[in-house]
């Protein structure tokens, strides 16, 4: 999958791009029901809320085979190859639970605060691309992204380690105040195997979820290759150590799986 030179205006200009309904109804039930399965299990990689529900599953692709096929589908890293012009690898891989009537705030930062302060990341030149595992709606804690935003850089920020189970480098009320007047705030939604990808630096956060509605989001963080991390101070199941440039597998790899567990079952 190929961006258009339009997308790619898009993504420079507003510093991101959603595509709807890039992955079929079979790969998003294959990966949902392997998530659930996940979240289910007691691993140090799955991080849960201070209610106990799971917030987010980190490195799942290095475990999970339907979650690696994911990590390495050419619909995601092809249009971020395209934008960075050079082959990239996993710096973090997610999935993001929002659990029905639990699913707490993410609090309003930059990506890229986060991998340059913690992770010794030279340049913005990682991104998330993310897949939407289930409907997200307006009111199940879609994530929010502030337009145009990434156009000033690395913001001051503060070490969040209080308000949420997850430390997070935040940004204050009156610098959002500032952007929002500036850039307004979109909160994309859409069906389940919508993709969307946002530059490193583009502001966003999310509202706690207290809907029947989970809203589960896979993201995966590819950099280039070049821009690998230099100064790692978190966990390797958090900022990934293995900088080999990822080869994409077949385009039909997640239907072929899916294909072949209900052949099994059967
Ligand atoms: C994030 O910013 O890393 C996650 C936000 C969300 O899933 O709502
Ligand atoms: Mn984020």
């Known amino acids: 999958m190929q961006l258009s030179a339009d997308q790619i205006a898009q993504f420079q200009e507003e510093g991101w791009l959603f595509l709807p309904e890039t992955f079929s109804p079979e790969e998003v039930a294959v990966l949902r029901e392997e998530a659930e399965a996940i979240y289910a299990v007691q691993r140090p990689e799955i991080w849960r809320e201070k209610s106990g529900a799971p917030r987010t599953a980190f490195a799942a692709h290095t475990y999970n085979e339907a ?22 690898y996993m710096h973090q891989f997610k999935i993001n639970a929002k659990a029905a009537f639990t699913g707490d705030v993410w609090q309003w930062h930059q990506d890229y605060g986060t991998w340059a ?3 010794g990341m030279p340049e913005p030149r990682a991104m998330n691309i993310s897949v939407f595992l289930d409907e997200v709606m307006p009111i ?4 929010m992204l502030i337009p145009r935003s990434h156009r000033h850089g690395t913001l001051a920020a503060g070490h969040d380690v209080s308000t949420t189970s997850y430390p997070l480098w935040t940004l204050d009320d009156e610098m959002v105040t500032k ?9 994309p939604t859409g069906r389940p195997g919508g993709v969307l990808l946002f530059h490193g630096n583009l502001v966003h956060g999310s ?60």
Do not use: C, M
């Open 67 to 88: 979650f690696r096929l994911l990590g390495a589908h050419p619909r995601l890293i092809r249009p971020v190859e395209q934008i960075f012009g050079e082959q990239l």
């Open 117 to 119: 302060r913690d992770d």
């Open 140 to 143: 199940n804690g879609p994530l």
């Open 179 to 187: 952007l929002v007047a500036e850039g307004g705030i979109v909160a």
């Open 207 to 266: 509202a706690p979820n207290i809907t029947p509605y989970p809203r589960k989001i896979v993201y995966l963080t590819l950099n280039a290759v070049s821009n690998h991390i230099r100064r790692p101070t978190r966990p390797d199941w958090i900022a990934h150590r293995d900088f080999t440039p990822i080869l994409p597998v077949p385009e039909d790899a997640l239907t072929e799986y899916a294909r072949r567990g209900r052949r099994a079952a059967a």
